[in-house]
């Protein structure tokens, strides 16, 4: 597929699919339930930042758990959209049929990526927001569900050993490219399954840039953890 073509014959669909990808990615859990629990600014609290991480040490276990589910849903919510207008892309004649799910990729990263930006910089609370990454993990899932599963266990394993939520998503912010390559590369494109090599090379280099994005937002974690100075979870949390 010839991406710029594609490109410029569908800007009509990745406008639509950018904008209303951001105002959801706008809608900051984090800051609505912490107002809504506490009558403050999660962003005046703790680390400052609006995200699950400083609701779980700020505000509770609670509004914890409600800001991780809300931020993730709406990261699927956005990403499916972003698929779905995709989807009515008229395929070429003769085409492979494997075409119809790249479109949809295209529009799924192009969500994705405007999501992360609405829940970073959301329009409805000051351009001040969270870092993304639950939100990321909500591309990751719909966008494929392999890397999803890799990116997990990585937390998992990271958080486990480390008992620290930062450098657990530090750690998955910087293999996610690496993931996305190795998997689109051998069950997409070695495998036969008709997927075209730039197909590998665009979902590769989105991954790339929404890593570096997550790993750029936690610049004062990464301060922190080089001075030994990170605040662990604990049980009692």
């Known amino acids: 597929m010839d991406y710029v073509v594609f490109f410029a014959d569908n800007w009509w669909r990745i406008l639509l699919s950018a904008v209303i990808a951001y105002l959801l990615g706008s809608i900051n ?3 609505i339930i912490t107002k809504i629990v506490t009558g403050k600014d999660i962003r005046k609290m703790g680390s400052g930042n609006a995200g699950f991480t400083n609701v779980l040490r700020s505000v509770g276990k609670a ?3 409600f800001t991780i589910i809300f931020d993730f849903l709406k990261g699927v ?3 499916a ?4 207008i995709f989807l009515s892309v008229p395929l070429p004649p003769d085409a492979n049929p494997v075409l119809t799910n790249e479109f949809m990729a295209v529009g799924k990263y192009v969500a994705g990526v405007c999501c992360i930006l609405g829940h970073s910089y959301p329009v409805y609370f000051h351009f001040k927001g969270g870092k993304g990454v639950v939100t990321a993990a909500a591309l990751m899932l719909v966008s ?3 890397v999803f599963l890799l990116i997990l266990g990585t937390f998992l394993i990271v958080f486990l050993a480390t008992k620290t939520i930062s450098v657990a998503s530090l750690s998955c912010a910087a293999l996610y490219g690496f993931y996305t390559l190795i998997i689109s590369l051998t069950y997409d494109f070695f495998s036969g399954a008709g997927y075209s090599l ?3 090379i ?3 280099l989105c991954s790339f840039l929404i890593g570096a994005f997550v790993i750029i937002k936690h610049k004062d974690n990464i301060k922190r953890i080089m001075n030994g100075e990170e605040k662990k979870i604990s049980a009692k949390k």
């Open 81 to 84: 959209i972003g698929g779905l």
């Open 202 to 204: 665009f979902c590769t």
């Open 198 to 200: 730039t197909y590998v």
């Open 63 to 65: 509004p914890a758990v």
């Open 29 to 31: 859990t984090a800051v």
């Open 144 to 146: 494929d569900w392999r």
């Open 77 to 79: 919510a956005a990403v």
